[in-house]
């Protein structure tokens, strides 16, 4: 489970460029304006298409109940500025696993890394930008080993974005995603905290150590 210290709305990453936070309700038309859109929603497991009037606002009462119970890490990717703008979201989500031998239910300590942004803001680098920080922020504050991501194998944009944070490719399999429709091909990928390390040029070094024991479901973004 993610610390204590992220547990509460006050918790942000700041980067050069963005600011990385909780949901408030009043962002709810703004997770809309990005979540509508179909080139958006067909790269997750997660968001409809058509987006319902009704789903951002529940988006940010669960998503706050999650980051409250450190089963997630989930903040919006907000621009910098006079007007600060919401662009998109970023998350880490346990996954979780049976123990197939004595049938226990057990928690794997694998967060799975997603983000959803708006197609006006592709290619500047915001989603790397988020990315790189919510990752050296876990990496920092727990004792993670790893983090995972699963990406459709035709979404050449995210699996740069992985592959130029340091995530190696473990797999292709076949998915299925029920809003998705069709199975469809997913690469898997994986940062280990030593890989990350050696591309920061300097130990990262937990500062709370998390207990992983309580189950938690998974459903995120693909």
């Known amino acids: ?3 204590s210290i992220t547990h509460d709305d006050v918790y942000r990453i700041e980067t ?7 949901p408030q309700l009043a962002d709810a038309p703004a997770i809309a304006d990005f979540a509508r859109h179909k080139q958006v929603a067909q790269m997750t ?29 989930e903040l919006l990717i907000v621009l910098k500025g006079q007007i600060q703008k919401v662009i ?57 080993t790893g983090i995972t991501a699963t990406v459709r194998i035709e979404n050449a944009a995210s699996i740069h974005i992985l592959e130029k944070l340091g995530f190696n490719r ?9 809003l998705r429709g069709l199975p469809y091909q997913v690469f898997d990928y994986r940062l280990d905290r030593d890989a990350w390390r050696g591309l920061s040029g300097e130990a990262i070094l937990p500062l709370d150590l998390i207990k992983p024991y309580q189950w938690t479901d998974w459903v995120g973004a693909a």
Not at 170 to 178: G, L, N
């Open 170 to 178: 473990q797999q292709e399999r076949t998915s299925y995603a029920p």
């Open 1 to 3: 489970m993610f610390p």
């Open 88 to 144: 998109g979201t970023v998350l880490l989500r346990f996954a979780v696993a049976a123990n197939e031998q004595d049938n226990a239910q057990t928690m794997t300590i694998q967060p799975m890394i997603g983000y959803a942004l708006h197609p006006d803001h592709w290619g500047f680098g915001y989603a790397s930008e988020a990315c790189r920080a919510i990752i050296e922020a876990v990496f920092t504050l727990t004792s993670i």
């Open 16 to 22: 050069p460029r963005l600011w990385l936070r909780w």
């Open 45 to 73: 497991a997660s968001i409809p298409h058509p987006y319902p009037a009704h789903q951002a606002v529940d988006f940010v009462r669960t998503t706050r109940i999650s980051n409250q119970s450190g089963a997630t890490l």
